[in-house]
C-alpha cells in the first residue's frame, strides 16, 4: 500500500500565495496536522517500512510526525511545481495569466517561466516507476500540485481532472499496490 500526504500548513498557504518550492516552515496548525495525520496512520494499524519525502522542510516534517522513529528518503521528484517567476505570488489577487491557468489547468498551459504540468506528471511518475516494487507500506510526503501529477499519472482517464481538486494541507490518498502495479488512489483521510 502507498499513501500520500499533502504536507501541513504554512503561513504563506494561510495567505493564500504561491509558496512552491521557497522553504517556509509549517505554522503551529500545521504541526498539529502531521501529528493528527500520525494518530491516524496509528490508530488503523498502519506502521510503514518506506518514507520518501519532497526536501523542503515542510513535507520533510509532515513526514517526521507522520511516521516517527523511520528514516526519511529525500527525492528531488516530489519538489512542488516551480512557479519560476511566480513565486509568492497572490492568489486572492492574481496576475491575469495565473488566473486563467488556475481556472482552467487542462486548456491554459502554465505561465511562461513556470514549470509546465506534463513535467509535473513525468517526473513525479518516475519518481513512481522507481518505488513500485518496493515491498511494505509506503509513504510519500510531497506538495499539493506535486502530489496532484501523482495522481494524474496513477489515473491514466483523468484527463486533467486532478488538477482542479481541492487537496487540503495533511489530506492523505490510499492506493493498492498489486503485482508491482499501483492501483488509482482515493481519498482515505481529511485533515481536520
Same mark, same amino acid.
Not at 67 to 83: F, T
Given at each position: @500500500? %502507498? +499513501?500520500?500526504?499533502?504536507?501541513?500548513?504554512?503561513?504563506?498557504?494561510?495567505?493564500?500565495?504561491?509558496?512552491?518550492?521557497? /522553504?517556509? =516552515? @509549517?505554522?503551529?496548525?500545521?504541526?498539529?496536522?502531521?501529528?493528527?495525520?500520525?494518530? &491516524? $496512520?496509528?490508530?488503523?494499524?498502519?506502521?510503514?517500512?518506506?518514507?520518501?519525502?519532497? =526536501?523542503?522542510?515542510?513535507?520533510?516534517?509532515?513526514?517526521?510526525?507522520?511516521?516517527?522513529?523511520? =528514516?526519511?528518503?529525500? !527525492? !528531488?521528484?516530489?519538489? /512542488?511545481?516551480? +512557479?519560476?517567476? +511566480?513565486?509568492?505570488? !497572490?492568489? #486572492?489577487?492574481?496576475?491575469? /495569466?495565473?488566473?486563467?491557468?488556475?481556472?482552467? $489547468?487542462?486548456?491554459? =498551459?502554465?505561465?511562461?517561466?513556470? /514549470?509546465?504540468?506534463?513535467?509535473?506528471?513525468?517526473?513525479?511518475?518516475? $519518481?513512481?516507476?522507481?518505488?513500485?516494487?518496493?515491498?511494505?507500506?509506503?509513504?510519500?510526503?510531497?506538495? *499539493?500540485?506535486?502530489?496532484?501529477?501523482?495522481?494524474?499519472?496513477?489515473?491514466?482517464? *483523468?484527463?486533467?481532472? &486532478? &488538477?482542479?481538486?481541492? %487537496?487540503?494541507?495533511?489530506? %492523505? +490518498?490510499?492506493?493498492?499496490?498489486?503485482?508491482?502495479?499501483?492501483? #488509482?488512489?482515493?481519498?482515505?483521510?481529511?485533515?481536520?
Amino acid at each position: @500500500m %502507498i +499513501y500520500f500526504i499533502r504536507h501541513g500548513e504554512t503561513e504563506e498557504n494561510c495567505s493564500f500565495r504561491l509558496q512552491g518550492r521557497k /522553504e517556509i =516552515p @509549517m505554522n503551529a496548525n500545521g504541526i498539529a496536522q502531521a501529528e493528527q495525520a500520525g494518530e &491516524w $496512520f496509528r490508530e488503523n494499524g498502519i506502521a510503514f517500512t518506506h518514507v520518501f519525502s519532497s =526536501p523542503l522542510g515542510r513535507a520533510v516534517q509532515t513526514a517526521e510526525r507522520a511516521a516517527p522513529r523511520l =528514516p526519511v528518503v529525500l !527525492d !528531488d521528484r516530489l519538489l /512542488e511545481m516551480d +512557479y519560476g517567476p +511566480y513565486e509568492g505570488a !497572490d492568489l #486572492i489577487h492574481p496576475a491575469p /495569466e495565473i488566473q486563467a491557468f488556475f481556472a482552467d $489547468f487542462v486548456h491554459h =498551459p502554465a505561465p511562461p517561466g513556470m /514549470e509546465q504540468l506534463e513535467d509535473v506528471v513525468k517526473r513525479t511518475g518516475a $519518481f513512481l516507476e522507481e518505488i513500485c516494487t518496493l515491498n511494505g507500506t509506503i509513504l510519500i510526503s510531497t506538495h *499539493a500540485i506535486a502530489l496532484k501529477g501523482c495522481l494524474e499519472y496513477l489515473s491514466p482517464s *483523468a484527463d486533467g481532472s &486532478w &488538477w482542479s481538486v481541492n %487537496i487540503r494541507n495533511c489530506d %492523505i +490518498y490510499g492506493a493498492e499496490v498489486t503485482d508491482g502495479r499501483i492501483g #488509482i488512489p482515493k481519498l482515505v483521510h481529511r485533515c481536520k
